[in-house]
């Protein structure tokens, strides 16, 4: 909310919408208008809110199982459409509200009760996957760091085009050892990069816990199409024998 | 002798043409004032393969197709077998084909209609021309026929030049060749087939599924999200140029979840949406639909229909979707279900649905099918259109206002995403009046009986269907199943055993009050629909909106009900064609 009065729009001008999961309780935690949808369906939600509301700012946001796994498609399309959006996931590397079951995001050796040992499957890099898939503002925050986090969303906002804003979110009750970050989360040294291929090396190459913009690159919006040339008399005329 | 119809099969292997022989066909006659239907028939493969172009023209309208075809019109042989059976030819039939088209189909062949052989391409032209330019017997087959039925020069001259649009004049010059060997060739004939005089007027050349995109337009859809499936990707592609042009938008999802909730969110956003698809990207989206009813947000669904389950057959029709269209999902998730009764009906139940989704705030499902669907057809032009209707919008007092309030009237009022001070958010979770997520029993129990009142209160008026005739035996039908239904229906009242049909605009909430008025005095009540589990006829007798004893006609797609079968059913099978 204080990145959105930084931003300088009333509540009303705000639409905020997520999936399923803990994070995605937070359309009903504002003023503005928002939409609580089905499991992994925040992004396409939000991209047909956006195309016909430009004046809008659409914010979807979600959790690193609505996002990257049943979701994981429409993130990966999402990136490509770039449409002027942010989509912030909070990624606690858990399944919280089904009381903890591995996610993408999940280290491979974590064990549960429903994976006794761990998954043994490496783990998803969201970073890496929304830069190849063409995401154009890719950038890590955390919530035990707010006033970095509140810039990078006042950023990510503020971005002509999609911004993707991966937000580490530890889950106190499933994944306790994720209150150790508090210690080692770090800034990245590294300025952002306008290079695709360097931002994707950095992503896969740095430590976890850096904190920062990896990737900003402006590009234009839209194919800009025609204006309206038709009218529904012309159409129907189409069709006269 | 003239007469007053005539069918004709155009059939080839992939590349041959059919389809454009019947379309250049069906154009000529139409500009000449006839009335005309062309449906088209497939192969294993929907592009690059076997396609026959079934074609009807009349000096009236015309909706079924024939009990047998009196043409048909073999370009080669190729692997017209694939399909051959599925073509009612009888010994009353003509099978002309081209002379160097290969063997005979043998499912052609013992149907024992009278074969002759024609030359259809020029002897003139050199292997390489046939290589680079084709034989191009289609054009001489829709220049021989359109020649036999009476089709003038100029009108088929005309209709060529339209399907050839901007294309390089040694192409055009090619085709018109052609087409004056095929003109040149039925002259040498000495059976004809022509049509009575045609009675010119006002009307339309349109498919089922440019109608429905028509109908939508003009209700005032101007998003559409969707991903490409057979049978309904055409409508799709007649309506993405137009609708841009008209200043909405279409986006390719990329998939059918995806299109459903784009579509959600561009009407959450105040847009008229709509997506299209047919049966599996229904089941695909049919999670999103209680999403729509539990939010109460406006969205059409255009579902094509074809054959299932599963991927099942694309490219032919059945009508097995009723029940995911009415209860697909989990939960209690009301909606409405809407179905066109003809090519020409899909352009008011098109642009219905648009406004009833709108103010009801609920997904409308159209069931259209594939024979509707890609049914090219003459259609009379109606002044007739739906009351026009929108979504309320006005919150009335910000202090007050309630997005999901449980008041007398349980449809409520939706303010648009930008209105200052009425900040609402759409749930799929059990919400209260005020949008905040609850599992009360009773604030439960309140807004599903707000959502459920909403639906059962929809009152179609006149549009909930039709009657047609006035027997004591009735045939309760909806979509394409009508038109064969109506014109078994006018045989047997011709023959003396009065048969009324009684067509279903509106599946559900089912129109029960409508429907036993239409049925006041019948004796006898058959259920005609084209699935195996009889979807139709259970739905509305566990409805009790039929009598006891109704009795069900249902069967299997692909191949359309014909009018003779229908009569048959009834116990009639020795009344004709006329």
């Keep these: 909310m204080e990145a959105f009065s930084i931003v300088g729009r009333p509540p009303h001008e705000i639409a905020i919408v997520s999936g399923i999961g803990c994070s995605s309780r937070l359309p009903a935690y504002t003023k503005c208008y928002g939409f609580h949808g089905v499991h992994g369906r925040a992004l396409p939600f939000s991209v047909g809110l956006k195309m016909v509301r430009p004046d809008l700012e659409v914010v979807a946001v979600g959790g690193d199982g609505d996002g990257y796994s049943i979701g994981g498609n429409h993130f990966m399309h999402a990136c490509r459409r770039n449409i002027d959006m942010l989509y912030l996931v909070m990624d606690n590397r858990v399944y919280g509200m089904t009381k903890g079951q591995p996610s993408p995001t999940t280290e491979g050796d974590w064990d549960s009760q429903i994976a006794p040992g761990g998954t043994g499957l490496p783990s998803f890099n969201p970073l890496a996957v929304g830069l190849a898939a063409g995401a154009n503002f890719v950038a890590r925050g955390y919530v035990g760091d707010p006033i970095g986090l509140t810039n990078l969303i006042v950023e990510g906002i503020q971005f002509k085009g999609f911004a993707f804003l991966e937000v580490l979110s530890p889950c106190a009750i499933f994944r306790p050892e994720e209150i150790g970050w508090k210690a080692r989360a770090h800034s990245r040294k590294k300025p952002p990069s306008a290079d695709r291929a360097t931002a994707i090396a950095d992503a896969l190459n740095e430590d976890e816990l850096g904190l920062g913009v990896f990737f900003r690159r402006e590009q234009a919006i839209d194919v800009k199409r025609e204006k309206s040339t038709l009218t529904l008399a012309d159409i129907e005329r189409s069709f006269e024998i | ?578």
Aim: hydrophobic residues 45%; aromatic residues 6%; neutral net charge.
């Design chain 2, 1 to 578: 002798m003239t007469r007053s119809s005539i069918s004709v099969v155009f059939a080839g292997s992939g590349g041959a043409g059919a389809m454009t022989a019947g379309a250049i066909f069906l154009q000529a006659a139409a500009r000449s004032g006839y009335y005309g239907m062309m449906t088209q028939l497939f192969g294993a493969q929907v592009r690059g393969g076997e396609a026959a172009a079934l074609v009807q023209l009349s000096i009236g309208p015309i909706e079924a197709q024939p009990d047998c075809y009196d043409l048909f019109v073999a370009l080669d042989w190729g692997k017209i077998e694939s399909f051959a059976p599925e073509i009612p030819l009888s010994e009353k039939s003509i099978v002309y084909h081209a002379k160097d088209g290969g063997a005979i189909a043998p499912s052609i062949a013992k149907t024992k209609a009278r074969m002759i052989e024609i030359e259809m391409t020029d002897p003139q032209m050199t292997a390489l021309e046939r290589a680079l330019r084709g034989k191009r017997v289609n054009i001489f087959a829709a220049g021989f026929v359109g020649t036999l039925v009476g089709l003038s020069e100029k009108s088929l001259k005309e209709a060529l030049a339209a399907s050839l649009g901007r294309k390089k004049a040694d192409v055009v010059a090619g085709n018109e060749k052609a087409l004056a060997a095929g003109i040149a060739a039925a002259k040498r004939q000495t059976e004809n087939f022509l049509l009575a005089e045609a009675n010119p007027g006002k009307r339309w050349l349109i498919t089922g599924n440019q109608a429905i995109a028509l109908g939508t337009l003009r209700g005032g859809v101007r998003f559409v999200a969707c991903y490409p499936i057979t049978p309904a990707t055409d409508l799709v592609e007649w309506l993405s140029p137009v609708l841009q042009k008209l200043g909405g938008k279409l986006v390719l999802g990329e998939d059918e979840l995806a299109s459903i909730n784009m579509v959600l969110g561009a009407s959450f956003g105040g847009t008229p949406a709509m997506t299209v698809t047919s049966g599996p990207g229904l089941s695909l989206m049919i999670e999103t639909i209680g999403l729509a009813v539990a939010a109460e947000v406006p969205a059409v669904l255009i579902d094509v229909m074809r054959g299932g389950p599963s991927t099942g057959i694309p490219s032919k029709m059945e009508q097995s979707d009723i029940n995911l269209a009415v209860y697909g999902g989990h939960g209690d998730a009301p909606r409405i279900v809407i179905a066109p009764m003809s090519v020409a009906d899909c352009i008011c139940t098109g642009e219905w649905a648009v406004y009833i989704a709108e103010a009801h705030q609920t997904p409308v499902i159209v069931l259209s099918d594939q024979l509707l669907g890609q049914a090219n057809e003459v259609i009379e032009l109606t002044s007739k259109r739906p009351a026009a209707a929108t979504r309320r919008t006005d919150g009335g007092d910000p202090k007050t206002f309630k997005r999901y309030a449980i008041g007398p009237d349980p449809v409520t009022p939706m303010p648009r995403p930008g209105t200052p001070g009425f900040g609402w958010v759409g749930d799929g979770l059990t919400h209260n009046e005020i949008c905040v997520p609850v599992s009360s029993a009773s604030v439960h129990a309140a807004q599903m009986k707000k959502r459920a009142d909403k639906i059962a209160r929809f009152e179609p008026g006149e549009l909930w269907g039709e009657c047609w005739g006035n027997g004591d035996t009735a045939i309760v039908a909806f979509g394409s199943s009508l038109a064969p239904a109506r014109e078994a229906a006018r045989r047997l009242t011709a023959a003396g055993r009065p048969v009324r049909v009684v067509g279903l605009r509106v599946i559900s909430p089912a129109p029960i009050a409508q429907l036993k008025k239409a049925l006041a005095g019948t004796k006898r009540v058959v259920v005609l629909e084209q699935n195996l589990g009889a979807q139709l006829y259970h739905y509305l007798l566990g409805l009790k909106a039929l009598p006891a004893d109704a009795e069900s006609i249902a069967r299997t797609g692909p191949l359309p009900f014909r009018p003779a079968e229908i009569a048959a059913h009834l116990g009639h099978d020795h009344v004709n064609s006329s």
